[in-house]
């Protein structure tokens, strides 16, 4: 069903007002089938009686004379008019209803036509058998059009409330489970910080509840796990710094063998820094306004000790952007150095809005292998380092660790291979910070 919401709260909404609906819909029909129509056809039944008593000794055709019009107006408050003269008074306005027509025919003993006109009062016309070619006007005195527009009023204005009441109970109802996916979102994103008020049904109390419980204990694997990272590279960095201190001591023939173990101690100690980078945790509270033209400018001109050529094409409208300037600009580290190990020829970095200027887009540009397209989405994951086609160097963290940057920004990361060869590393900075993030 494209219609039907998806929510929790939606669906409540949507299953109280279909209820109500239906409830108001029985409610009007009955009203109109066991009040307003047993009404009707009872004055029905009374104008009919009243009609065929007057007319009791006349036959049809019989001619009605103004004196006997005045007469039956005088004892009855009922008009006897020509049709040119019910005209004149209403009669083309009105509406005609067979089944009330059908109603005075059984009554009259013969055919009978009835029309109402919707006026103030409301003015009912009979055309009796025993004089056709006349019409009888019967003003209905406290019977209003107005009364069933009152009870249709009524009914709309309940059916109103009851919905608007039933949406401010499943808002109530819901109200919990939105914080919940609120502070679920902090804990993916490392904000361990938020304790949720255990408050509304039984059943959301016991999740509230678990799920604070599970907060506390992912905040306490999360310090284990920093603690224990901690102590790994400091007793790893004890050992490798004696290491290269006796690599330093070694003869002038043994250069060969010190220039490979020095390679070595300097990748190992670059791992150790990329693990220790993964595991960091870079929080919204750290974000500033930043001028990120300047910022990507200042990484690609670190970047040109590599000897290669690197162009940088900015968009100068850019402006200031919320990010954290140290962990953005790992994050352009991380893309411009897999692009340099993973191509021969020149490096694109670009900055640029998306299409809805809700992002500030950052593509860096290779022109190597690229990555296979099932592979796209699966090289974020952590050691992951994708095809062969591209090496085995490094840790697999590099852009592990790009995306749990950009996600502490709300961003995006994306990757595509280019239709002239090569592969486009881009991540989307959104330029305003989102309401659930302040």
Not at 269 to 283: A, G, M, V
Not at 365 to 372: E, F, K, L, T
Request: one cysteine or more; a negative charge.
């Amino acid at each position: 069903m494209g219609m039907f919401p998806r929510s929790a709260f939606g669906q409540t909404v949507f299953l109280v007002a279909a209820l109500l609906l239906i409830n108001q819909i029985v409610s009007y029909v009955t009203v109109s089938l066991y009040v307003v129509k047993p009404t009707i056809e009872q004055v029905n039944l009374m104008l009919a009686k009243q009609i065929k008593t007057v007319f009791i000794d006349w036959e049809e055709g019989v001619e009605v004379t103004d004196e006997v019009s005045e007469k039956f107006f005088e004892i009855t408050g009922i008009e006897v008019m020509t049709q040119r003269e019910a005209m004149r008074n209403g009669l083309g306005q009105s509406r005609e209803y067979s089944g009330l027509s059908r109603s005075m025919s059984e009554q009259l003993n013969g055919f009978a036509r009835v029309r109402i006109s919707q006026t103030d009062p409301l003015i009912y016309w009979v055309e009796a058998p025993q004089a056709p070619g006349y019409w009888v006007k019967v003003p209905l005195i406290g019977f209003k059009e107005s009364n069933l527009e009152f009870l249709t009023f009524y009914l709309s204005s309940i059916g109103f409330l009851s919905v608007l009441g039933g949406w401010l109970f499943a808002r109530h109802l819901n109200r919990p489970l939105k914080a919940l996916q609120h502070a679920a979102i902090k804990v993916g994103k490392g904000d361990f910080n938020t304790k949720l008020e255990e408050e509304g049904s039984t059943e959301v109390i016991e999740v509230t509840r678990a799920f604070n419980q599970m907060s506390r204990g992912i905040a306490a694997l999360e310090n284990d796990r920093r603690l224990l990272m901690a102590g790994v590279s400091h007793d790893l960095r004890t050992p490798l710094t004696r290491i290269r201190l006796a690599t330093e001591m070694m003869v002038d023939e043994d250069d060969y063998l010190r220039e490979g173990i020095i390679y070595d101690i300097e990748d190992m100690n670059s791992i150790i820094d990329q693990f220790i980078e993964y595991l960091r945790h870079h929080k919204r509270e750290e974000q500033s306004y930043e001028d990120i033209n300047a910022l990507i400018a200042d990484v690609v001109q670190s970047e040109l000790k590599h000897q290669r050529v690197i162009t940088f094409e900015s968009n100068p409208n850019l402006g200031n952007i919320p990010i954290s300037a140290v962990a953005i600009k790992r994050v352009l580290t991380n893309m411009i150095e897999n692009a340099l190990r993973y191509s021969q020829g020149d490096i694109e970095v670009r900055s640029y809005f998306s299409c809805n200027k809700k992002y500030v887009i950052v593509a860096v540009n290779d022109n190597g292998p690229g990555i296979p397209e099932s592979e796209l989405e699966s090289v974020f994951e952590p050691f992951k380092q994708g095809d062969a086609a591209r090496g085995s160097e490094g840790s697999g963290l590099g852009l592990a660790i790009i995306k749990r940057i950009v996600d502490m920004h709300d961003g995006k990361v994306k990757l595509e291979n280019r239709l002239e060869g090569g592969l486009s590393a881009q991540i989307y900075l959104p330029i305003k910070i989102q309401n659930s993030a302040q």
